[in-house]
């Protein structure tokens, strides 16, 4: 499908799981397909909140939880936002990094 062409990068994922003594716990890694694009992009959440995000990821696959550590290009960032988009030739993740 035309998304996979496009998904040319490689990141690593570690799913956020919640907090256990007091300390965020993850996941083990999971590597993925993707496409980074970084920059500066507005993130709002339903509360009207503002953050200024790093990067715009593209991937397929199961739902990022926020506050999920992803690695590309050497560079770790944090999950803000993971919402599912069609497009590209089959729905899609577009994951908000911090």
Do not use: N
């Amino acid at each position: 499908m035309l998304i996979d062409f496009l998904l040319r990068q490689k990141c690593g994922i570690r799913p956020w799981l919640g907090i256990a003594d007091g300390t965020d716990q993850y996941g083990p890694e999971e590597e993925r397909a993707c496409r980074l694009q970084e920059g500066r992009y507005l993130q709002q959440d339903g509360k009207a909140d503002t953050a200024v995000a790093k990067a715009l990821m593209f991937c397929t696959g199961a739902d990022i939880p926020e506050r999920s550590r992803v690695t590309c290009g050497g560079r770790e960032y944090i999950v803000l936002a993971c919402r599912r988009a069609q497009g590209w030739g089959q729905a899609h993740l577009e994951v908000t990094l911090a």
